[in-house]
């Protein structure tokens, strides 16, 4: 049961362009999505977040859209910048219950910015 | 201020050990989540603990266990392991109630043979 989806494993961009990642959901009892972006070697870092209730939210060059009627949020990077190349998780927060606080992630998204 | 940190880095156990991976919380952080992240994967939910007590646990079988201390380290234990077991093992620490992301660690990359 995929209550996560990223439904592409890699996306290739050039430097200074638009970077689009997508994310799919399938429950309805997340209160907070979260996109991380994780380098080999290293654990994820925390990049954005967005609460349920809102549709964006923007930090510099991040911006996460959220589309509740599609369940479906999307990272925007602009400009793109070589250092940005990794791999992107979105991660889903449980409301409550006895999963409250669990986070279920994607299965990642492998970004690499070419110069 | 420290981030979260684990040991070990790397481990090799043979089928039917047991291990003990370690974590310690970033300061002021009162809850600590294991995952476990096989390769091409996101990290999978092992468990949650808050105030010494699991209070959340994911599809993992009885054999994965885990401890809480008061000043919020933790341990994750795995007993009789399996080839499958194989994958990197990754804690998360946060603040209750924060809506700010969870703090990550490096991980331990656990090898079984």
């Known amino acids: 049961d995929q209550q996560v989806k990223q439904n592409s494993p890699s996306l290739s961009v050039q430097e200074g362009r638009i970077s689009i990642l997508n994310c799919d959901y399938t429950?309805?009892?997340?209160?907070?999505f979260l996109w991380y972006k994780k380098y080999p070697a290293e654990g994820p870092t925390f990049l954005i977040s967005?609460?349920?209730?809102?549709d964006k939210n923007e930090d510099g060059r991040f911006t996460v859209f959220l589309n509740k009627s599609a369940k479906h949020l999307s990272l925007h990077i602009v400009p793109s910048q070589p250092g940005d190349s990794a791999v992107y998780f979105c991660?889903?927060?449980?409301?409550?219950?006895?999963?409250?606080?669990?986070?279920?992630f994607g299965q990642g998204t492998i970004l690499t910015v070419h110069p | 201020e420290t981030g979260v940190t684990q040991s070990p880095t790397h481990l090799i156990k043979t089928r039917g050990q047991q291990v003990t991976l370690r974590c310690s919380s970033q300061s002021g952080h009162n809850t600590v989540s294991w995952y476990q992240q096989a390769l091409g994967q996101g990290p999978q939910f092992i468990f949650q603990y808050y105030r010494e007590e699991e209070n959340g646990r994911g599809n993992f079988p009885p054999r994965f266990s885990g401890l809480q201390f008061p000043n919020y380290s933790s341990e994750l234990n795995v007993n009789a392991l399996e080839l499958d077991d194989s994958a990197l093992y990754l804690c998360?620490?946060?603040?209750?109630?924060?809506?700010?992301?969870?703090?990550f660690g490096s991980g331990t990359r656990l090898t079984v043979v």
């Open positions: 998360a620490s946060s603040l209750t109630g924060s809506n700010y992301g969870y703090t």
């Open positions: 967005i609460s349920s209730i809102k």
């Open positions: 991660a889903a927060r449980h409301a409550g219950g006895t999963s409250y606080g669990k986070l279920t």
């Open positions: 429950n309805s009892m997340f209160d907070y």
